[in-house]
């Protein structure tokens, strides 16, 4: 049986550091930086720490040993739950959270069993609470409405309300969206405890395994730094092997960062120690106490086993882990031998395998093997094994028993995942799930690439971008580890490409393709590519992101051709090969799965636009009304708003009376979803349907709306559409200055973004009817006419531009 007592002796010196760092009043960061070898005991001094400091310190842990806390937004969230059940209000980050986490999943709705905390939340629970089951989309704008329709907590609403950041949210990329979180998180705690607060990192190596301190894997840690130079009214406590290495990379850390070694116990605390463990005999005292060089890991292992003078006779700390091993019952050794295996592990868990290997099972037995002083609580029902346990334990079992072991556990974590979805302590449990059988798919050998990209993809819709790099992460360092698959290995490029594109990170997707000179069958050089091109297309390097999705469109027969060849019908018809993009939707069609009704849905309004930009305006119709029923089939709420755009969009010239009405609605709806690109381009075609009927005073308006919005998006090509139909505001007002610089400016922007030719030939055409085309201009025109495809098609393109010139500057 376990010892059930820990005695905890001679850490004076060090329990007076963290006091004396406690007492200092300070305005900047402090860590006090916990180092020492593995088993010297700095888990319990944690565990001292945080209760000497319960009554005067609101505190929280994470234990990087646990995977899922070395990803940030779920630690932030574990932080949030433990502190937040103290009394620490989170309400801005808890709104920042959920737009995040919308942002990373715009085809779901938000709900309390979305949300890892949504019910440890007042905001969000007010929030979803008062929708009384209409479905939540978590946009900055949307929520803080719907907060400010909450009917309690007043004065607590107007403050987050009126928040400045918040109210900025929607406006942000994805990863300044990311660091705001990690903002409002340090504010939060900051401004919401009525105590001095502490966190506490424990086993920092998990992170950033010591012999990989620079390069990429120092980049696994960014968050945690970015969190506590932010956190300058508490302390954080970092327990790691080796002293925290920040001010080689910034020197300004050296004033924030108090190392404090824990060194090996002196002889008389190991005596003490192993008497108050019940080891009567004075010379198995003697014994242990030098055989374990002063590491609490050892001497309490001799304390489990009430190790004797006899056994412990010329030991080392090695014999004595053996010793312990040796006197252990065999059923529970074999036991804690199999669980070793796991990262993490519960009852259900211990019983399964158990089971499969007819050890046993009962109640009694978990309760003894959970008792032992090397297994350590993981969440609010899980437990790991110490690290030293675990790699030893491990050790004993031979390759072929850990492929079974793996391959048991990932039969488990595969059924958990695909079970209701939880929360426990602020990790999304299904995510967990995801991440923990992918990494036992991976060490039982039998998972590929796309095996891992479809964990990846599960990943993602259920754990946002930090599930997508919880499995990234687990797959580097089995790389790390073993030789080098290279079909896993170009798995890892493309999972950190596409997590880079997540974020608009077009440098590193581009650094990390900078050419595609591998096979493009397999589904992760595809997608690698595919990624690459992306980054691309952020970038601006259109014509270089179309001969990528064209690679992949010609090269690889799996579905990410058919999403590559989305993307590259999109640049096609954006470039005016209109005959080029028909056929590829044609035959995107035709392949893709009848109940892939969203890629459908996206494949027929990218037919709309292809007709509409190519003025074939009741081809357009038909196509939106056939991708507007896909979508409502589907319930895909992003793809219903967008439609409403484009109905305003083609009705501002088939019907503008109608379109005034309709654009009204889109622009709620988008509104609503935080989509100001699309905002801007439903005010667009308020605009452009206002200017039709007359009404030049709300069409100026609109124009100007359309534009704060479109710059807002950085939607560069939107931004110069909506200009260059202001120019036939100005020009119908009388001021043919105005138009000519808006023409000239759209002309610009357009020939910068290399698209929409048939929009350039109507700002020719504009410029010859206000007398102000010129050399240049012809040119830009001319060399617009010769993108359009099919050739044949251009006479009837050209027409229907100058017509288009001449009614607009007729309407009245």
Known sequence: MAALHRPFVDRESVIAGFTEALRIPREAPCV????GVGGIGKSRLLQEFKQRSAGTHRSATIDLQVPAMRQQEDALAVLRVELGRQGVRFDRFDIAYA???QRLHPHLRLSAKELPFAGESEALSQIIDGAAGVPVFGTGVGLLRLLGKATSGMRQRHRVRSDATLRQLDDLTNAELADAVTYLFAEDLRDGSDRPYLLFVDAYEALVPAPARSGRAMAQDVWLRDLIVQLDGGVVVVASREPLAWAEHDPAWTEVIRHQRVDGLPMAARLELLADGGIADPAARQAIAIASQGLPFYLHLAVDTRTTARQAAAVSSEEILRRFLAHVAPDEIRTLELLSVARIFDYEIFQAVADAFDLPRHRMAWESLTAYSFVY????????????????????????????????????WDARAGGDHAAEDGVATRARAIREAAYCGLRAGVLDGADILAYADRAMTHGAKQGLDGVAQDLRAHLDTSSADPDLVQTALCLEAESAVLLGDAETATR?????????????GARLALAGAHGRRIAGATGEAQSLFRQVWDHH???VRLRAGFCMADLDMCQGRFGDALSITQQILADAPDDDLVLRGDVSRLQHLGFRFGFDLDSSARSLETAAALYEQAGAIIGQADIKTNRAELLAWTDPPRAVATAADAIETQRGLGAHHEMGKAFTALAIAQFRLGQHIPAAASFQAATEALERARYRSGRARAELFRAFLHARTGDTAAAEASARWAIAELVAADVYPTLLMVAGHLLDALGASDERTAAVADRARDQISPPDLLPFLDERARGLVTAMLEDA
């Open 99 to 101: 737009v995040l986490w």
């Open 377 to 412: 609580p993981a969440g609010a029902h899980g437990r790991r094994l110490h690290q030293l346990m675990r790699a030893a334990l491990g050790d004993r079992l031979s390759a072929g028993t850990l492929r079974d072991v793996h391959t048991l556990l990932r039969g488990l």
């Open 512 to 524: 990390l393709t900078p050419a595609i000179d591998w096979p493009l069958d397999g589904a992760p």
């Open 32 to 35: 006090f930086n916990l180092v």
């Open 557 to 559: 027969s799996g579905p």
